[in-house]
């Protein structure tokens, strides 16, 4: 064989050995699409159509959507959380506060609230008065649960105390569980029916210095911490909520724990006072 003819074969087979070469290392999509289809044994117009179906498919166009935003560097959006707070507005879930999210002096809602923080012999007296201002009843949580001869029974004079960002939650109200809690047994507060223009009166002594009380804690907090001010606020529940009448205990109400997001607040001014929370 003349060197011509060599010099001439080779030219003929440079454009395949050069595709030989793009298959270990595609340059682009295209390429890539090509060698998966080649390695699964598929055929060129098998993959066009595939490609038509997911141009025309609505479930294609999901699955892409999802896609890009799984291999997309930002983070996907949250839906917003609902449920209402003093203000009738939404209340974040898991919110700076597990369990407590109040808006500052919240009275746009059917109850008002009138409060003082007084010292008195080295401690502080809040004392607070709920009224019902609307023309409905209203389900005002009261009594706190406690295990009492190992039942549940409601305890007037238990309430939550919750220190955080230099402030002094007191309240009364159906705890949130926080997330990957799984507790035995839900706290649900047991309620008075307040009647159209009737008033619910607490009190509480706070000492200096404190032991914050509150459920599904996996630990105690350690140190001490200082807070500057303090809030009063009560949970309460509406007619549409269907709180059912205690067969052990007169005169007061439940709802279940899936009752919740329907929960609304009432939330006092902010009392200035120095005390220690651990």
Sequence with gaps: MSFGRLGLLLVALTPSLLLLGCDDEPAD???????SQKESGSSQKELGGAKRAQGTSPQAKTSASQASTTGSARRPSRPRPTGPTTSGQEEPKGGPVTGINDALAGQEGPLAIESSLEPK?????????????????VF????????RNKRIA??????YLRAKDETLYVTKRMWRIPRGVSPLIREVPF??????GQVHEGAIRLPASLASNYPYRSR???GQTLVSRVLISNGYFLESAQPTPSEEYPGLFTVPYTELES???VTSEPHPARLSVR
Excluded: C, H, M, Y
């Design 29 to 35: 999509a295209q390429g890539k699409a090509a060698l």
């Design 121 to 137: 012999q080295g401690e502080w007296v809040a004392r607070w008065s709920i009224r019902n201002r609307s023309r409905k009843p």
């Design 140 to 147: 005002l949580a009261t009594q706190l649960p406690t295990v």
């Design 154 to 159: 409601p305890d007037p004079a238990r309430i």
């Design 191 to 196: 309620l008075i029916r307040l009647e159209p």
């Design 220 to 222: 105690r907090p350690s």
């Design 263 to 265: 929960q609304q607040f």
